[in-house]
């Protein structure tokens, strides 16, 4: 996502979210300490889904499907926010010597997304229905998490 997208984007920022009930100060921990490697990394974007989800449902979207695959990749979290239906990439960090984490959503991760959302809306007949890409960027700084979701990050048609 670039600079000019998230402009567009509604940008909401939950910070120190260990008030979610307790259970993410210990993960994040965990994490900090594996961070680098390879299964470290896959623990860090499974956390990273898992806390995407429960602050999407705080914030009152319903989850439809998680890590929805297909040859081409994968759609991280597919949720209704009341009629609409959205398509959410989520991206973690531990750390930020690669940049903010939503920067990693490049224009041919958006439109690998966009053809995937494609495949989701035809498969489940919903064609008339409103969609919108969301990207949910958290970054785990001494083990507290900072999650900004980017509301209609892109477009599908802009890649």
């Known amino acids: 996502m670039t600079a000019e997208n998230a402009g567009n984007a509604e940008k909401i920022v939950l910070c120190d979210l260990c008030a979610l009930g307790g259970q993410i100060q210990p993960a994040a921990e965990v994490l900090h300490q ?11 974007g499974k956390s990273g889904e ?9 914030r009152g979207y319903a989850i439809l499907a998680r890590r929805y695959r297909r040859k081409s990749g994968e759609i991280d979290i597919i949720a209704r926010d009341g009629p609409t239906l959205v398509f959410v990439e989520v991206k973690a960090r531990d750390g930020s010597p690669f940049g903010r984490p939503a920067e990693a959503v490049t224009g041919l991760k958006r439109l690998r997304l966009a053809r995937l959302a494609t495949d989701y809306i035809m498969r489940h007949h919903l064609r008339e229905c409103p969609c919108r890409f969301d990207v949910v960027s958290i970054q785990f700084d001494g083990g507290r998490p900072v999650v900004e979701i980017f509301q209609n990050a892109f477009d599908a048609r802009t890649p």
């Open 34 to 44: 594996r961070a680098g490697m390879t299964q470290a990394r896959q623990h860090l």
């Open 50 to 58: 898992d806390l995407a989800c429960r602050v999407l449902e705080r």
